[in-house]
């Protein structure tokens, strides 16, 4: 099996030094700075962005660099509208400058973000940054961090998640990275391979060089590793492949395999359904001995299970009922409840990272959909739809969904289209993901650690 694993794939900040000076901060966000994104379509914050000063040269280009990429992350999040370029009033030459604030007021600007690089020498560059409010006239958090010149692009998904987090009051999504099949060639001969990029499409790279089909990756929340299912002379077996070192190891072959594993919130389990004799239920596996058990024993089919964030539950499909819904039962397959009550069918359920949402597909009418519900079922609301969408996977801050959709057949023998996208969960700004092929099976990792 021929793993491909570029070596700037790991980590590329060798040391990440956060210094916050306790004269930066102002620990309170002014309430009219505050934006709500829980439900409904938001107003965007104005902001303004300016371009990081730099040293001449190199330091120019990558502060140039790293506030178009925090730009774009904040603009694409939909919460923020940033202020054109060519409206500036002139910014502070320094992010230790204060700002002339009745300067920025007129133009309507909410917040304010300078920063500079300077050369530390010639793998190194020092970054700063401050976040200014306009409104209260005040900086609310400033970050210096040393690091590789080469780690500019993670530098600015750092700084957009401190950004964030201050305007919104929850947690950032940029520093993180999305595993998914990229997918080529004609529908009879279909080439299938596992690829790795950063949540903004860039820094590609393939994981697998396609001598044999994946399918389903899935992120540890704990460590930088994924597993995922891969048919290896025509038998499914589940691996797990660790990101920082390209080592994979292969937990089993499991030919009842009919979806492919996900991990417990602590890291140490997996959880799968396996078919035998006919009889498709729920399992887990310890990853510290293998030892497999069964959870349910029913004669229906039961399958893609899905672990609550602090464990103690699973959400899985069944067609127990007579249709294919959505049940919840405690971690040891006791207690089962049907959740879903709505038309259609429902398949692929995922629970959020803050437990309040599930995210599901739902068939109905011979159309797909991605939607949430609340836990106990109830608010179930719809998304996106097209002819095929499924797949979705949470961001860790579980305020934006990815998945794939897949267009209608083509006659001439060609595959449909297949594509990434994302959208929040107010169900606005949906987003195609651009991928060098098609791409399918996304999973969103946790946020990087430093």
């Known amino acids: 099996m021929g793993f491909i694993l570029n070596k700037n794939l790991k980590l590329i900040v060798l040391k990440i030094l956060i210094l916050i000076s306790p004269l930066l901060i102002n620990q309170v966000v002014a309430q009219d700075l505050r934006i709500k994104i829980s439900s409904g379509q938001v107003e965007p914050l104005p902001i303004a962005i300016a371009d990081f000063t730099g040293q001449g040269g190199k330091a120019n ?187 994979q190891e292969l937990l089993g072959s499991f030919p009842g395999m009919t979806f492919a594993p996900r991990f417990s919130p602590s890291g140490d389990k997996i959880i799968m359904s396996l078919a035998t004799k006919g009889i498709t239920d729920i399992y887990t596996m310890n990853l510290n001995n293998q030892k497999v058990t069964r959870l349910t024993n029913n004669s229906s089919i039961d399958t893609s299970p899905s672990f609550s964030p602090d464990g103690k539950r699973v959400i899985f499909n069944s067609d127990r009922g007579g249709s294919q819904q959505i049940y919840i039962m405690d971690s040891k397959g006791n207690d089962v409840k049907r959740i879903s009550f709505g038309k259609g069918r429902y398949a692929t359920p995922v629970w959020a990272p803050k437990g309040d949402l599930i995210a599901f597909t739902k068939m109905l009418k011979n159309k797909f959909y991605i939607g949430v519900m609340s836990q106990d079922g109830s608010n179930e609301r719809l998304l996106a739809e097209g002819y095929l969408v499924e797949g979705p996977t949470w961001a860790p801050n579980g305020r934006v969904l990815m998945y794939f959709k897949q267009d209608a057949p083509i006659d001439d023998g060609k595959s449909a289209s297949v594509n990434l996208y994302k959208i929040d969960i107010t169900g606005f700004r949906e987003t195609r993901i651009i991928t060098p092929s098609d791409g399918s099976d996304p999973a969103w990792s946790p946020l990087l650690p430093n």
Do not use: C
Not at 77 to 97: D, M, N, W, Y
Not at 191 to 202: C, F, P, V
């Open 61 to 247: 280009e990558i502060g140039r660099k790293i506030s178009e990429v925090i730009s774009n992350n904040l603009v694409g999040s939909g919460q923020f509208k940033a202020l054109e370029s060519a409206a500036f009033i002139a910014p502070p030459t320094s992010p230790s400058v204060r700002p002339n604030f009745t300067d920025w007021s007129p133009l309507g600007v909410k917040a304010l973000i300078t920063g500079s690089v300077k050369n530390i020498n010639n793998q190194q560059v020092e970054v700063e940054f401050r976040l200014w409010d306009v409104v209260a006239q005040t900086d609310l958090i400033g970050l210096r961090l040393i690091v590789d010149s080469n780690a500019w692009r993670r530098v600015a998904h750092i700084i957009s998640d401190e950004i964030f987090q201050r305007l919104s009051g929850d947690s950032g999504y940029f520093d993180t990275r999305i595993v998914y099949v990229a997918e080529s060639g004609p529908q009879n001969k279909r080439l299938k391979r596992l690829a790795i990029m950063d949540q903004d499409g860039e820094n590609h790279q393939y994981l697998t060089d396609g001598s044999f089909l994946v399918l389903t990756p899935r992120f540890s929340p704990t460590t930088q590793e994924i597993t995922y299912l891969a048919y290896f002379k025509n038998e499914p077996r589940v691996y797990i492949f660790n990101l920082e070192t390209g080592q």
